[in-house]
């Protein structure tokens, strides 16, 4: 209790200090208000308007939006929106910083020590974590990252010492709420415990979980509630399992893959300076003996629960298409439980070494602790660096867009955005977010690409833009006005893409949205054909509508997006579209409905550009026709006639399928028949 009175006191000291150094910092740098990533400018909105009496609402009128990961941290930061107005609220996450560099210092320290029984490399394995240079990054980020790993390590030390109590049950729940990767490994830890009560027959008091159970699914219940999604838009956004087209096997490899790369460059030191080189494998002789020796014993304790934690943690991280953004953030709050165990290691390992008096052991500690120590600092100064450029980034892009915006664009404006924090945050102004973390059902969109996207942006018709041209440069197109309106640019683009550069501001072009709607080839409507359904093919509305299906000829091949622009062949001269469609080897299915049964029904294709196709037309299952297009450039509209037995009644199932191994692409289809009488 000594020793752990003490520690306390040196961590509480340290963390006041880290905060304030990093508060100077940011200030130092910026020359003001900022945070080393956007991303935290979008809790501040959230608690702003939610403390303002609209709850959960991201753009206050628009209703609940599950932008906000952490519900939980949104929700604490909400009171003091109420007392913090503006940019001032950054400085309270300062405050949440160094309470969880507190909270994260201590429990290791306590867990170290229950696993060593000394102090020194109790102390070591706290610095190790806490005076990382990385973890500080992510700590005074204003993000949640350092509540989420207060929050493992306070997991790691009661299940440890008390399972089954209030105590480890409060710990457990905090880490559900925290973000859905602690709320998975909530119920991965609750699960164990109920194997390992079957197994080993130790009595546990398995009914408290239910707390962290029902505490963690509250997030996604209200989600469901008000968006009709469990998960949060960010999740949807980022996540490679919510790509609308894919094969499982290769998520899966891919997130191995990734995976296996994240251990190298981070935890073993490969190319990033989290951890000195072969750290790794310290960690490993760390872990491994004693999970071998409670497997053996048939009782699960701090050694398989390292293994759950943070195997399975790194493993959750993998599979999004952000994982290498922001320093590693994602990842960050595991090396919390990295540190004990890599300190574990080296204590496996001079225990294991045969000295010949204490003082030479304690010779060799010495040495470990102080490599350790140097390469600690290092990553202190090197991310101190970065931390005061990030702030100064965000200030000089985000930050002074939403001003400028706030200041010079008209206040009824909608204004569509790929960076959704600091923009919104500052402009005060509606926002349709083109990425999907805080405008709802937008996320599955942005999965589509900047295609899809554009389909969409059809539909909303912001009146400006204000995006990273490298996100969505629409530039090329008639959808930009020229010239841009306002430009903001950094001199150096950080590697882990906190932010990028340039972000423009540009008034929209309306001229040409809707343009690809109407179908430019007149001589398919002579004899009294009409238009009875059509689908805007890679338009995820008109597609849902449908039940549009679209598929490859070859495993692990995409189906491609596509954005046009051009005179079509069949049309009048100067009528241009602007339009996106998908490309395949594979095929298409889709219901077409308004139908006349037994009437002929003849399909019209919007392409570009289409080579040499050989198509299979089935209706319903059966074959109807073989469709052959030529070779051409630019758009071009076909259509093929399909006689009326095939029209059983007034909605059809349509599959189109290549016959050859060439890629087709549609950009529209339409589907007409001959009004009667």
């Keep these: ?93 300062y405050a949440i910083g160094a309470a969880s560099l507190f909270f994260t210092a201590y429990f290791i320290f306590l867990s170290v020590l229950k696993l060593t029984s000394k102090k020194e490399y109790a102390y070591l394995a706290a610095f190790v974590c806490a005076v990382n240079g990385n ?5 005074f980020s204003g993000m949640e990252i350092g509540m989420f790993g207060a929050f493992l390590a306070a997991v790691f030390y009661y299940f440890m010492t008390q399972p089954g109590t209030v105590k480890s049950a409060i710990a457990l729940s905090l880490l559900a709420v925290i973000r859905p990767e602690g709320f998975a490994l909530s119920m991965l830890i609750i699960f164990s415990r109920i194997v390992n009560r079957i197994i080993s027959g130790r009595k546990e008091n398995l009914l408290l979980y239910i707390i962290p159970l029902a505490a963690g699914a509250v997030h996604f219940i209200l989600n469901y509630i008000f968006t009709g999604d469990y998960m949060p838009n960010t999740m949807r956004a980022k996540s490679n399992f919510s790509l609308f087209y894919f094969y499982h096997t290769d998520i899966v490899a891919q997130g191995l893959a990734l995976f296996n790369r994240f251990i190298d460059i981070i935890f073993n030191g490969g190319a990033e300076h989290y951890f000195p080189k072969y750290a790794f494998f310290v960690f490993l002789l760390g872990i491994l003996p004693g999970a071998y020796a409670e497997i053996k014993n048939r009782n699960s304790g701090p050694f398989l629960n390292g293994i759950m934690l943070f195997f399975a943690g790194v493993l959750l991280t993998v599979f999004s298409s952000f994982a290498t953004v922001h320093n590693y953030r994602y990842t960050m709050p595991f090396t919390v439980i990295y540190s004990i165990f890599f300190v574990y290691g080296i204590f496996v390992i001079i225990e294991a070494m045969k000295f010949k ?31 005061g450029r990030d702030c100064r980034d965000i200030k000089a892009q985000s930050i002074s867009a939403g001003l400028w915006i706030k200041n010079n664009i008209p206040e009824d404006a909608k204004i569509a955005i790929n960076d959704a924090g600091a923009i919104a945050f500052y402009s005060e102004k509606r926002v349709f977010d083109l990425v999907g973390l805080v405008t709802n059902g937008q996320a599955k969109i942005f999965q589509n690409g900047k295609a899809g996207v554009f389909e969409e942006i059809e539909h909303v018709r912001p009146d400006y833009f204000m995006v990273h041209v490298g996100w969505f440069n629409y530039e090329p197109y008639t959808l930009f006005k020229k010239p841009r309106l306002k430009e903001f640019n950094i001199k150096r683009e950080p590697p882990y893409f906190v932010v990028g550069s340039p972000e423009v501001c540009v008034a929209t072009d309306f001229s040409l949205l809707g343009s690809g709607d109407t179908m430019k080839t007149k001589e398919a409507f002579k004899a009294g054909y009409v238009t009875k359904d059509s689908i805007d093919v890679c338009d995820m509305r008109s597609e849902k509508k449908h ?43 889709f219901t077409v409905t308004g139908l006349t049964p037994g009437t002929d029904l003849r399909i019209a294709r919007r392409a570009h550009s289409p080579a040499l196709n050989h198509l299979i037309v089935t209706v319903n ?52 028949q001959k009004e009667k009488g």
């Design 1 to 93: 209790m000594k020793d752990a009175a003490a520690a306390k006191k040196i961590f509480l000291i340290y963390s006041a200090i880290a905060a304030a150094a990093f508060v100077l910092i940011m200030f130092v740098y910026s020359r003001g208000i900022s945070a080393p990533l956007d991303d935290a400018f979008i809790y501040f909105q959230y608690a702003k308007n939610t403390a303002a009496g609209h709850f959960m609402e991201y753009v206050r009128g628009e209703g609940y939006s599950s932008g906000a990961t952490s519900l939980f941290y949104a929700l604490l930061l909400t009171p003091f929106a109420l007392i913090f107005k503006g940019g001032s609220i950054i400085i309270v996450t």
């Design 135 to 139: 973890v500080l990054w992510g700590y």
């Design 357 to 387: 008096n204490a003082g030479q052991k304690k010779v060799f500690f010495t040495a470990s602790a102080s490599l350790m120590i140097l390469f600690t600092v290092f990553t202190l100064g090197a991310n101190a660096v970065n931390f």
């Design 547 to 589: 039940g549009y299906k679209i598929w490859t000829k070859f495993v692990s091949e995409y189906p491609g997006n596509l954005l046009e622009e051009g005179p079509t062949e069949q049309g009048t001269p100067g009528d241009t579209v602007l339009d996106a469609g998908r490309i395949t080897s594979g095929g298409e299915e």
């Design 621 to 672: 299952g059966v074959k109807a026709v073989e469709w052959q297009t030529e070779e051409k450039k630019g758009f071009n509209e076909f259509y093929i006639d399909i006689p009326g037995d095939f029209i059983k009644g007034d909605k059809v199932k349509v599959r189109i399928e290549a016959a050859t191994q060439n890629r087709y692409n549609a950009f529209y289809y339409w589907f007409l």
